[in-house]
């Protein structure tokens, strides 16, 4: 069974910074992309941030140039850190990964972890 956990949530000022980790087990996810979706209270889900199986990475333009993902293929682990926080980064932040290797995080069938909250205050 697929899981994925994420980790690191929490409270911060604004101007600060978190660091999200997301661990999958239950399968090797090695070829697959992985990335982070959250979901702020009353909006839809969105597009945060992915990373390919080859490094390659992808952001939103609302966090593009505050925000880093990485990956660590050998522990099956994602991280997403997010340096200059805003309180319109407040949501709910999931880790998600695409089920069929090389196939588009965006748009194709995806795992999805439980969410962790980040809430940033001004």
């Known amino acids: 069974q697929v899981q994925l956990v994420e980790s690191g949530g929490g409270l911060v000022q604004a101007g600060g910074s978190l660091r999200l980790s997301c661990e999958a087990s239950?399968?090797?996810?090695?070829?697959?992309?992985m990335g982070w979706f959250r979901q702020a209270p009353g909006m839809e889900r969105e597009f945060v941030a992915l990373v390919t199986w080859t490094g390659g990475s992808t952001y939103a333009d609302s966090v593009k140039g505050r925000f880093t993902i990485t990956r660590d293929s050998a522990k099956n682990t994602v991280y997403l850190q997010m340096n200059s926080l805003k309180p319109e980064d407040t949501a709910v932040y999931y880790c998600?990964?695409?089920?069929?290797?090389?196939?588009?995080?965006?748009?194709?069938?995806?795992?999805w972890g439980q969410g962790t909250q980040v809430i940033v205050s001004s």
């Open positions: 239950g399968s090797a996810f090695s070829r697959n992309a």
């Open positions: 998600a990964a695409v089920v069929i290797p090389g196939s588009s995080l965006r748009t194709d069938p995806k795992y």
